[in-house]
């Protein structure tokens, strides 16, 4: 159904740059301040035009922008739709927690595409990290982590096949299958990298080539210090916020005077 917002009052377009340009900031502008939601329809191309005084070229070059850069949708018979906008959501830096546990706390669904899952030969850097002996296995597995329709980010883990020799018995959350083994780890170094996402992962998230990501790799500890997952993850820039809390340190000796 077409959102009222579409059939109320006088349109004022922003000012400033070709009309095109104008037009695809009035709908950008109405999805930040709440005026359209995702979900709801766009008129037709003729009947905005029509509604916004401008030409039908002129509408379908902005609501092309605007499908490209992920805001809008257009299914095959049915039309232009906003598209879903996820939540963005907030992780803190200082807790272990696994994707299942990050999203439930929020009591949001979670569920995972499976890319890869599988026992390989380990590659030399996964055969260092892991402290892999010659002749061990590496299980790699690798989803597309969503949130309902949404997809969130892409996960490839790998772990020894010594600790993970059936990769397909994991469920849902591999946190909870470490832990029934008692290989859940207690620690692990993070380290998060900006990057700009290429077509095959860009394609999986859902959002245009090039989109902002993060790029996560985790290198997860037992208590007896040995390492147990090493986890390259592709978050999207749009859905995530990391959170560190920061305390004082020391305050530094400044080699002056005591008063
Ligand atoms: C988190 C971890 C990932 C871990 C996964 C387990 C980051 C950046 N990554 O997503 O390393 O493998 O949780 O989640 O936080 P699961 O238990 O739900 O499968």
Known sequence: MSNS??????????????????????IQDAIHNGAISPGDALPSERDLAARVDVSRVTVRKAVLQLVKDGVLLQRHGSGTFVAPQPQRVEQSLSQLTSFTEDMARRGMAVHANWLERGLYLPSPEETVILGLSSGDQVARIARLRLSGDIPLAIERASLSASVLPDPAAIADSLYKHLDKTGNRPIRAIQRIRAANLDAEDAQLLEVPVGSAGLNIERTSYLASGRVIEFTRSIYRGDTYDFVAELRLGDAPKTGGKTP
Do not use: T
Not at 8 to 22: A, E, F, I, K, M
């Open 5 to 26: 917002f579409f059939a109320d009052g006088p349109v004022r377009l922003p000012s400033g740059g070709p009309l095109y340009l104008q037009l695809k900031r009035w």
